[in-house]
């Protein structure tokens, strides 16, 4: 980013990066709603990065998080893999494959980091997050961004698609595979895509360069964090 921000900038984008502590991992309409149009302005639209900058100075906010590694390995329709789920203590250490509708785990089998489907990353700088996989399903892997964008698009009719053509097609090709997914859970708490985004969430909100980020931005507008 070229210029500083201004202090309502600055102020704006502390009460947004505060708010995206509040969620709990109960996933509801309202809920989604709101933390989906949350995510597109501070991840997609890289308010995060912006204000993360001010107060740690550039690229010095970094998040772990498993990723999807190689979409070669996802060859069937039978799987689909997210590289990360929410749950009410927070992220899943692993991942959860699907397989033909069956739903397993790292604790119940070794398929996923076994087949070399999913891996974790520590230390992912900020600006690349977005781009980090995690959703593979019928040979098609789909990163954070990309979901982020998906869901905004069904609960909040934001059709914001690159228009460049090659990324246009890509990226509708992408959502097609998810389709299937959000026509198949509807809008209820089994929805696998509407638990991963709050996955992603609860991933930024557990790193500690978040906790330092509003600590920082605590002192500056502590009527924020009343």
Known sequence: ??????????R???????????????????????LSGLLRKLIVDDGLIHISNEYLGHN????NAHVVKDPKLIE??????????????????????????KALHPKDTPLGEGLGMVEFKEN?????????????ISGVVINRGEIIKYVANKMQGVHRIDPRRNNKRELERKYRALDPLWEQWGIAG??????????IAQEITSSPSYMQLLELAKKEFPELFE
């Open 190 to 199: 089994g929805n696998s895509i509407l638990t991963t985004l709050l996955g």
């Open 1 to 10: 980013m070229g210029k500083r921000l201004s202090s309502e900038e600055k």
């Open 12 to 34: 704006l984008l502390v009460e947004d990066v505060n708010t995206l502590s509040m969620f709990s991992s109960e996933v509801n309409d309202s809920l989604i709603r709101n």
């Open 124 to 136: 992912i700088p900020l600006h690349e997050f977005a781009k980090t996989s995690v959703v593979g």
């Open 60 to 63: 010095k906010f970094y998040i």
């Open 76 to 101: 069937h329709e039978k799987f689909t893999v997210f590289a990360a789920t929410a749950h009410r203590k927070g992220i899943t250490v692993g991942y959860v494959a699907e397989v033909k509708g």
